[in-house]
């Protein structure tokens, strides 16, 4: 990438983001991982950057459009960055297709894996695909030619669609030259062909390879001169008036239903194309040149995921973890009463919180449960006790985030769901995500007598706390924070929320936790100028951050002061960072640097020295607009001693002495001091040999 040229200290978003592709497709060059999980870090690569382009890309080119003399946050006249972000991702996709085509293809093959092109087919593979093709394939097809009568459709968002060329005439006297059909999303992209047939121990078949083969059998009497894959991506991002909604869920279903036929942001289409016919496809989606990518190999390369699926090599994949589970004895409520729980996932289970939840579920004590709902999949055993509960008789009340990107259609099913049963569900706050991660259950127990006082039932509150999602699937491949605890006062804290955001409140007052968009940013500024001003009196002073994004400015501009009053400081941002490290008079105390594995670094982490007193905050809220003053967030302390070293020694710790880590420069390019090939085990390889033999953290402080 090249340097961003800017008055401002700030890097740009979309080039960040580009960054942090290149190293996750640096995972797919490194022969120290196993070949399958290679070829599924081309495929994350390929699904990160459709998102690129259905929101980031889209979002730029709407700027462009309204407001073309506008500025990026770099400074950048957005033309002029707009230029920039297309050279760099044209790089970025030319360098991933090589990747497949030269290393993974070749090796795949080697391990017996091998992709069947027509060139190659015998006979009988010949038949065996014509078969195929006709009984599972053509019933499904809607060949479209167009003419006059039929224009060129509007494909759906990332669809898979072949341009085919014709020649002669038909039945009608017509003559088409042209035609468009599209692969319906219902037809797997994947197919295994019999090992008998294949002569290999695994034979894959891609769609396009039959489409391209027999595309002729959906034009009878025609001459095919050519067929050609290619993929639309569509804006994505979702429009809902605040001025007019009257019903979120309603107004968001009518949204929902038009979003696979968005604004074209980006034409992907065979490397093979004539220029002629690219040109036409290209303006029939209304797109630039710049907006075109032809690629050499499918079009649609996320989808060969199921590839790792359909194989069963486990020497070609990452060995199967077993996330560790905490000693818990009798009654998960009698431990919380006694102690904090505090779990490191995926190193350790998510079936404690799914088990309190199962027995708030059940418990005759539990009369109420309280969640939030940002992300759970389609299925999903935390709604599933939620809805439990609800049928025993609970008061349940779970607020859905119905605006949870690409997750919108699977929230409000639940939500439909959840109502059914009596629970009461609650569609967050207008112009404000609720993106915090929280569970109350209030459970009516019995005090004890004492002295003079007699025994008397009390209603007392149990929380559990996340970094994550309430997800049990990415709680296997994201590394995240959990705490359960019946601490008093960060218990009347998440009560106060759920209060807050079902009912109404001018202002709340908060002990222990920090409140987007109220608090959050407020505190994060505070602690930064705290630690500027020990520095200044001679003081250690340290700052310790781990975040997925880094790009509020005003909170980068406190980064800059603290780092010139002497603070030493280490970001540790998976994915975009706005701020420019070791920059002379500006940031040369300040070190950034990026994880990548084979885990998702996704835990947000905010550590202060504090004098000495090490402050400890987790959250689920990045360092972002968006998260300090659009979303319901917050950040929870971690106040039990043992459990604050835990959260020091392996949330952060474990990451800074990763040699293999990148390292960021000023210009916003990334370096690793040393390859991952050469390491022999990275920090969250440590973390994963640690739980596996149970050892015990030791007990180290951040070096001031």
Known sequence: MNAVKSKLNLLNRELGALEFNRRVLSLAQNLKIPLLERLKYICIVSSNMDEFFEIRIAVLKEQLRKNPKSKTQDGLIVGDAYLNIVKETQTLVSHKYKIFQKDILPRLEREGIHLHFESAWTPSQHRWAKTYFEKELVPLLTPIVLDPAHPFPKVINKSLNFFVTLEGKDDFGRTPKLAVVQAPRSIPRVIQMPARISQKPYGIVILSTFMQSFVHELFPGMKITGCYQFRVTRNSDLFVSDDDISDLKESLKGELSTRHLGDAVRLEISSDIPDHLLKYLRKSCDLNPEDCYRVDGPVNLMRLMQVADIVNRPDLKFTAHTPKLPLIKGSIFDELKTRDILLHHPYESFEPVLNLLKTASKDPDVLAIKQTIYRTGNISPVMDALIEAAKNGKEVTVIVELLARFDEETNISWAAKLEEVGAHVVYGVVKHKCHAKMIMIVRKELLPAKGKRKPEHILKRYVHLGTGNYHPRTAKLYTDFGLMTSNISICDDVHKIFMQLTGTSRLIKLKSLWHSPFTMFDQIVKHIQNEAKAAKLGKPARIVAKVNSLLEPAVINELYKASQAGVKIDLIVRGVCALKPKVKGLSENIRVRSIVGQFLEHHRIFYFYAHGKEEVYLSSADWMDRNLFRRIEVAFPILDPELKQKVINEGLNELLKDVSS???????????????????????????????????????????
Request: no cysteine; aromatic share 6%.
């Open 662 to 704: 990148w390292n960021m420069n000023a210009d916003g390019l990334y370096k690793q001091s040393i390859p991952s090939s050469n390491v022999k085990l990275s920090g969250q390889q440590n973390l994963l040999l640690k739980y596996s033999v149970a050892a015990q953290p030791a007990k180290r402080k951040l070096k001031t």
